[in-house]
């Protein structure tokens, strides 16, 4: 795969998709995969396997009934979630642990599984949403991986997303945008994807000339982050100022404000223990 200058002048190795998530990022593309073939190609691989049924049955989904086989949890859960919880267990794996990167691997868990659950209440493909909100910034979990110390350097808890991306930007001469959506390239997802993760970090004004599925889905992305994570983090919010620039958005995406609302509302509120 070729990339831009600024990532060939850094001399990053992207970390290879494991084989496992090709085969089953194959299945979801094609709307004839059942759900025995999706739940056999995980199973191949037992460590995988076993950690989707832990998570499944953790109590972030809050099943009644225990689960004991990906089957088991593709039926409860649907194809489009277990595949997404398959691909966030195995990117975790494709990088060394670190507290910074567990920071980064829960901040897009919650980011995955909100938009996944807006998107399915308003006809957006759950799996496109799931799989942008996981891959949102693996691009800093590449810049991690390449300089540790370097990149825990620009850490600071008083710095503002916008803040954080320049100073990425400054220390390595890319956004992390541009690698996290290389990273998605390198593994095959589709375009939605990796136009999400690069697109998301530019001005909004910038998505109206997008596909509308490609600007629905940036559109979910924002509401999530600030409207859940920013919360959960405990960064100041006005919902009210969130909503009224979201209004727009929304409407030039072809998504109906009122069902969005209420959608990302329900699932906020669900994912956040505080609410």
Avoid at 1 to 24: A, F, Q
Avoid at 74 to 96: D, K, N, S
Avoid at 103 to 110: G, T
Avoid at 184 to 197: E, N, T
């Amino acid at each position: 795969m070729s990339i831009e200058s600024p990532l060939r002048d850094l001399n990053i190795d992207l970390p290879s998709c494991p084989s496992t998530l090709v085969k089953m990022s194959l299945l979801m593309a094609d709307e004839h995969t059942t759900t025995e073939q999706l739940a056999l190609v995980i199973e191949t691989d037992m460590a995988l396997s076993a950690a989707v049924v832990r998570t499944v049955n953790s109590a972030l989904f809050g099943l009644l009934k225990r689960v004991d086989t990906v089957h088991e949890g593709i039926r409860y859960l649907g194809m489009a979630q277990v595949a997404a919880l398959t691909y966030e267990i195995g990117l975790r794996g494709a990088f060394p642990p670190g507290p910074v990167m567990q920071a980064i691997w829960d901040k897009a868990s919650i980011r995955g599984l909100a938009m996944g659950r807006i998107a399915r209440q308003l006809d957006v493909d759950p799996w496109l949403a799931h799989t942008i909100g996981l891959f949102a910034e693996t691009g800093r979990a590449v810049l991690v991986a390449y300089d540790a110390k370097r990149y825990e350097t620009l850490r600071a808890p008083s710095l503002t997303e916008a803040e954080l991306m320049a100073a990425e930007a400054e220390a390595f001469g890319v956004t992390y945008a541009a690698l996290g959506a290389a990273l998605c390239q390198s593994w095959g997802l589709a375009r939605d994807v990796a136009d999400g993760v690069r697109m998301r970090v530019l001005p909004t004004e910038q998505w109206s000339t997008e596909r509308p599925q490609l600007q629905r889905l940036l559109t979910i992305g924002m509401a999530v982050d600030h409207l859940l994570l920013d919360v959960l983090q405990e960064r100041p919010v006005d919902a009210d100022a969130v909503w009224t620039t979201l209004r727009p958005v929304a409407n030039q995406a072809g998504l109906h404000f009122d069902a969005f609302q209420l959608a990302t509302r329900r699932v906020c509120e669900r994912l956040n223990p505080m609410s």
